[in-house]
């Protein structure tokens, strides 16, 4: 099966150009750009999430297809993907300064405690944080930050089985002039178990929500 998944990532990072108008196509290149004019062209199966902000949406083959959050350098973005009763994934995403863990905490079980009765309790959901990075001896990891520890406690209050967590680090310094600093969720709409996450820097993950 083909995906219908749109294809956001370049494969190329532009670099900064004398032209203005070559700079500006450039901007306008950047995957959370072509969201944004997606959604203030009227697409609603795109839903974004600001700063300090956490959200939720029931992911369906009609609806709502795509939840991101952007404007990542050195916040932590953390996703929850569960199945609901009815077999469609539901996914939250939140986006907090480093500084507001417990606030960031607050909001997902917010979100947890609103569908409770509609999650399927047997299904593992899957966990996926953004966070900063940085480079020790060649190898890039993720900075210690109390935001996992605190997540998954929270999980286990609602699935004993835990999470299956996948952490992705993302660099702060360096950083290209049009480096893309979003981190977004994609369903196919023909095939909700498939999800494409586009962490920040354009870095790929496929997965099988079946699993």
């Known amino acids: 099966m083909v995906s219908k998944i749109i294809n956001l990532t370049r494969t190329v990072v532009p670099k900064i150009s004398p032209k203005a108008k070559e700079n500006i196509a450039s901007i306008n290149s950047m995957p959370e750009m ?6 203030k062209s009227g697409d609603k199966s795109i839903v974004h999430v600001d700063m300090n902000h956490c959200a939720a949406a029931m992911i369906t083959p009609e609806g709502v297809n795509t939840i ?32 507001n863990t417990d606030g960031q905490v607050s909001a997902l079980k917010k979100q ?8 399927d309790k047997s299904y593992q959901p899957k966990l996926f944080f953004n966070i900063r990075g940085f480079s020790d001896y060649g190898k890039f990891e993720a900075v210690p930050n109390d935001i996992v520890d605190k997540v998954k406690s929270l999980i ?11 952490i992705t680090p993302y660099p702060t310094k360096g950083r290209s002039a049009f480096f893309s600093s979003a981190n977004i969720f994609q369903f196919d709409p023909e095939d909700l178990t498939k999800l494409k996450i586009t962490n920040v820097g354009e870095k790929e993950k496929f997965i099988d929500l079946k699993k």
């Not at 072509?34 to 959604?39: F, K, N, P």
């Not at 947890?112 to 999650?119: A, E, M, N």
Request: glycine share 6%; charged share 15%; aromatic share 8%.
């Open 34 to 39: 072509v969201l944004d004019r997606m959604i």
């Open 68 to 99: 991101y959050t952007d404007a990542l350098n050195g916040c932590n973005s953390v996703g929850i993907v569960a199945k609901l009763k009815n077999s469609n994934p539901l996914a939250i995403l939140s986006h907090y300064v480093p500084t």
């Open 112 to 119: 947890l405690d609103t569908f409770d009765s509609s999650i």
């Open 156 to 166: 286990s209050k609602f699935f004993p089985q835990g999470a299956d967590t996948t």
